[in-house]
């Protein structure tokens, strides 16, 4: 059974940065495509970027240069570094497996506020 659990989330003020984590149990992340997601209220969720192979990225429009996607296999550990964030960042961010999702975990909170 896939576990996924997310952290790193906190309340920041724009301009600000964090770095989320993402670990998982019954996978290895470096044979899958690991992308991170966002969801706020009232909102389906959004695929903010993803990451597999050696390794190929991609990155929605809405954060293409100022959020960065990576992996270390050693720790089976995704990440998502954000900078210069907007408080339209503000978000439940997940980590998933794509195209076809893992059981969802909690998710880790970002607020963007001053």
């Known amino acids: 059974q896939v576990q996924l659990e997310e952290s790193g989330g906190d309340l920041v003020q724009p301009g600000g940065s964090l770095r989320l984590s993402c670990t998982g149990s019954?996978?290895?992340?470096?044979?899958?495509?690991m992308g991170w997601y966002r969801r706020t209220p009232g909102r389906q969720r959004e695929l903010v970027a993803y990451?597999?192979?050696?390794?190929?990225?991609y990155y929605a429009d809405s954060v293409k240069g100022r959020f960065t996607i990576s992996r270390d296999d050693s720790k089976n550990t995704l990440y998502l570094r954000m900078n210069s964030l907007k408080p339209e960042d503000t978000a439940i961010y997940y980590c998933?497996?794509?195209?076809?999702?893992?059981?969802w975990g909690q998710g880790t909170q970002v607020t963007v506020s001053s």
């Open positions: 019954g996978i290895s992340f470096s044979t899958r495509i």
């Open positions: 990451i597999f192979g050696h390794p190929s990225i």
């Open positions: 998933n497996t794509i195209p076809n999702n893992e059981s």
